[in-house]
């Protein structure tokens, strides 16, 4: 990444040596731009500075990049939110504050998630190695999370006591990965999804293990979707 800084001084080579002085960097490795030269004015009065541009490279992380980001992206929402990055793994997680969270989760997370997906594309776009974003606020997505648990449970329950399928309503893919995984091992049941994007639902169906009940082939492949 290239950045750079503008430095005075009493002449071009002046501004040029306080620049590197303060980059902590040699002559070869910037470049320089003379934007004012030096002018010494008549008898010593009204003289001006010499004006110096020196670009130089600039390595950012990945954590910073989605600091930076996220930082000019709530800025143009209008919206009062801090992003706290931290990196582990190759894994960079961030934690949202600010005064109304409620703005950053949206309707069931379609906000956050929102954010964390075009974090994601913009961070990895044309990088080397891609690396995953995860962001959360006000621990929404621990909370979200056992409630889908809860919810799967509960229907699963009513699926089996009553022997019919029960479809829930539209979810995402992360979240319906979390109703499959949570009702994997459970008996009498079976999980698959149907519909498009963004309208896809899961179906919690009975299944009798070894009766007439048994789902279908079709059923048990959609099951793997997600």
Request: glycine letters at 8%.
């Amino acid at each position: 990444m290239l950045k750079s800084i503008e430095v005075s001084g009493k002449s071009e080579d002046d501004a040029i040596q306080k620049a590197l002085d303060q980059l902590g960097l040699l002559r070869d490795e910037v470049s320089v731009e003379i934007v004012e030269r030096a002018k010494a004015g008549f008898l010593g009065l009204k003289s001006s500075p010499a004006v110096v541009r020196v670009s130089y490279e600039f390595d950012v992380s990945h954590s910073e990049r989605v600091e930076s980001f996220l930082t000019g992206l709530f800025l143009r929402m209008g919206v009062k939110a801090k992003p706290e990055v931290s990196e582990e793994d190759g894994v960079i997680s961030v934690n949202l504050t600010g005064e109304d969270p409620g703005v950053l989760i949206g309707r069931r997370g379609e906000t956050l998630d929102a954010i964390q997906h075009l974090t994601n594309y913009v961070i990895n776009s044309g990088a080397s190695g891609r690396v995953r974003v995860n962001i959360d606020t006000e621990n929404y997505r621990e909370r979200r999370n056992e409630a889908l648990e809860h919810l799967a449970e509960k229907v699963a329950s009513k699926v089996v006591k009553y022997r019919r399928n029960m479809t829930l309503e539209p979810m995402n893919s992360y979240e319906r990965h979390i109703i499959h995984t949570a009702l994997q091992e459970t008996e009498n049941i079976t999980t698959y999804s149907i519909g498009t994007e963004p309208n896809r639902r899961i179906v919690v169906a009975y299944e009798r293990k070894g009766g007439a009940e048994t789902a279908s082939p079709a059923a048990k492949e959609w099951n793997r979707e997600i």
